[in-house]
T-cell receptor, first 115, second 113 residues
């Protein structure tokens, strides 16, 4: 069964460094999402992406964040200058066109630790 | 602000017993509701969803949930728990404003032998 994959599974970085989290969505999906979950807290929506542009973003998704679909398969989340509070699990999700309502498929997540 | 509340961060049941995980939501429009499950070290997997129509929805692994508009609830149940059901369960609703998922805090289901 097709699945969403994410790399790396765990990333440790120093405060102020740039990180890129990678996702490979399911191949015929057209809607892409990033969520994060700070340890012990709720899953939070960050951004949605469709047709090569951001369709929605939350207030969390400030100028330090960016997303890109550099080729036909990858979907990346970049954090330009990481802060301690960016430490979280980051989930990528994708959704098929004409999907049953909002049925998103999630990757296993990348645990980001900022030291 | 729109929200989802899951009662109980941890729920413990014996193997073979009824599982009941509670979820209440707020929405100003007819809601789209979801339950996701997260097994250890894995991603979020859709268990079931309610959009329109029948208020009792069946999902994978023997789970079901009932949408009760008058109670703004969408509780998840399973008649008989298995050890393999041990996981974290998340309830979510589609936002009225930006159509993104709003999540509950999650409930860890512990199954006792």
């Amino acid at each position: 069964e097709p699945e969403v994959t994410q790399t790396p599974s765990h990333q440790v970085t120093q405060m102020g460094q740039e990180v890129i989290l990678r996702c490979v969505p399911i191949s015929n999906h057209l809607y892409f999402y990033w969520y994060r979950q700070i340890l012990g807290q709720k899953v939070e929506f960050l951004v949605s992406f469709y047709n090569n542009e951001i369709s929605e973003k939350s207030e969390i998704f400030d100028d330090q964040f960016s997303v890109e679909r550099p080729d036909g398969s990858n979907f990346t989340l970049k954090i330009r200058s990481t802060k301690l509070e960016d430490s979280a699990m980051y989930f990528c999700a994708s959704e098929a066109p004409l999907a049953p309502a909002y049925e998103q498929y999630f990757g296993p997540g990348t645990r980001l630790t900022v030291t | 602000a729109q929200s989802v509340t899951q009662l109980g961060s941890h729920v413990s049941v014996s193997e073979g017993a009824l599982v009941l995980l509670r979820c209440n939501y707020s929405s100003s429009v007819p809601p789209y509701l979801f339950w996701y499950v997260q097994y250890p070290n894995q991603g979020l997997q859709l268990l079931l969803k309610y959009t329109t129509g029948a208020t009792l929805v069946k999902g994978i692994n023997g789970f079901e949930a009932e949408f009760k508009k008058s109670e703004t609830s969408f509780h998840l149940t399973k008649p008989s728990a298995h050890m393999s059901d041990a996981a974290e369960y998340f309830c979510a609703v589609i936002s009225d404003s930006n159509y993104q998922l709003i999540w509950g805090a999650g409930t860890k289901l512990i199954i006792k032998p």
